[in-house]
């Protein structure tokens, strides 16, 4: 069984930087499109970024020329790399993976929250 494990959440200040991980254990020999949502209270859950076995990216405009999507294969992992943050960056952020039929894996989260 395929399970996406997060790590690297926290509390820092606004300006500062976060990198987060997101790694796929359990019997995998490809993995397709990944990437990362957030959920900040009373919100919707947004796609904060993407990236294909490709690696090619794409991100929301909110986070744009600020985040840092990328992926390592071999490791099974992807990465968002998190700068300039900002108060409104305050959310819980899910690692997905694409599955058969477009359908979504989802990690267990990982909080983030920016101090202003």
Same mark, same amino acid.
């Given at each position: ?11 820092v200040q #606004? /300006?500062?930087?976060?990198?987060? =991980? *997101?790694? &796929?254990?359990?019997?995998? +020999? +490809? ?8 959920? #900040? ?7 904060? &970024?993407?990236?294909?076995? #490709?690696?090619? &990216?794409?991100?929301? $405009?909110?986070?744009? /020329? ?5 992926? $390592? @294969? &071999? ?7 998190? =700068? =300039?943050?900002?108060?409104? $960056?305050? #959310?819980?952020?899910? *690692?997905?993976?694409?599955?058969? /039929? @477009?359908?979504?894996?989802? /990690? ?7 101090? =202003?």
């Amino acid at each position: 069984q395929v399970q996406l494990v997060e790590s690297g959440g926290g509390l820092v200040q #606004a /300006g500062g930087s976060l990198r987060l =991980s *997101c790694l &796929a254990t359990g019997s995998i +020999f +490809f993995l397709n499109t990944m990437g990362w949502y957030r959920q #900040a209270p009373g919100k919707q859950r947004e796609l904060v &970024a993407g990236i294909t076995k #490709a690696s090619n &990216a794409n991100y929301a $405009d909110s986070v744009k /020329g600020r985040f840092t999507i990328s992926r $390592d @294969n &071999a490791k099974k992992t992807v990465y968002l790399q998190m =700068s =300039s943050l900002k108060p409104e $960056d305050t #959310a819980v952020y899910y *690692c997905y993976r694409e599955i058969v /039929g @477009n359908e979504k894996q989802w /990690g267990q989260g990982t909080q983030v929250t920016v101090s =202003s």
